[in-house]
């Protein structure tokens, strides 16, 4: 008997405001042809004033535990994944266990930037196969808004708010890939390229500060890098790209998800893109596209799905389950 952290319901937020690439053209020497084109970003979502972190993290936790049945109750720990937390402290995690009503178990906050989803997954199957939780909630919410640079050409156009959320709950397996749940996990990060994708403040600068970033640096390791996680989680369940029916990489430019997919071996077919309607929501990314995925009748239940995320570190990572 092998115990799995299997998926028991999945739920987004998106904020109301749809922002479309043709309204940089106003501000900005862009247009929406070079976004589309560089990016294959069309439009993101873009949180109201006074809008935050932990109040979409904690809409997509209620359309998660709609999706699974459950109440608030039923979940004994929650892990959000975010790099733009209301606060310093607490954790936007522990806002979200109060806003939900959880009084018991556990909550906090991971940071991995778009890596964070990954980590928090990984946490989360840790959690329960030790056997210290039973059903976790895993959150990715961010605000990129608030860090970005909105005369910064090369990068304001190619970020979004949301969030998204994931219950995995404890269940029996036969200890094969025939098992649904977390099958295996595959971390990595590299400090030695902090420079080529950061937030220019923070608590100890005291400043806020704006993400700065060298795209043409950042994609030539994000494709290698990709392929080559989402490989290795894989191979260390004895599969390969053929096995796979959905990849659900992280969103942040249809590019990099297209190079990594043909590494792998797979056509577009099979891979799940939301780039076109959210741009990059950094940890949220991924929660809202296997949402998002699941809404649109492309994954389903029994389905190997393969998740992988880079960003800031550099961090990156991938996740191979059985929806
Ligand atoms: O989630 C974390 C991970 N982040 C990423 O994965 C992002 C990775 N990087 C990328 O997605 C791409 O590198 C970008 C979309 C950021 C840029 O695409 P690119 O094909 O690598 O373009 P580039 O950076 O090489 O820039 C090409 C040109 C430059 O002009 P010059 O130097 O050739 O004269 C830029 O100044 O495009 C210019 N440019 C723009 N032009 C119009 C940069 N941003 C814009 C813009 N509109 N918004």
Redesign the pocket.
Known sequence: MTIRAVVAGVGHYLPDRIVPNSE?EAT????DD??KS??GIERRHIAAPGQTTSDMATRAARAALDDAGLESTDIDAIILATSTADFTFPSAATMVQAELGMTKGFAFDVQA??AGFIYALTNANALIVSGQAKRVLVIGAETFSRIIDWND???C??FGDGAGALILESAEGDGTVADRGILSADLNSDGRFRDI?YVDGGVSTQTTGFLR?E??E??RH?VEKLASTATTALEKIGLTGADVDWVVP?Q??I??IAGTAKKLGLPMERVVVTVQDHG?T?AASIPLALSVGKQRGQIKTGDLVVTEA???GLAWGAVALRW
Not at 28 to 31: A, R
């Open positions: 940089f900005l020497d862009t247009s070079w976004i560089r990016s930037v778009c050409r090369s990068t156009v190619l994708l970033m795209g043409r950042v994609f994000a992280h942040a430019n590019r990099i990059n950094s880079i960003g800031g």
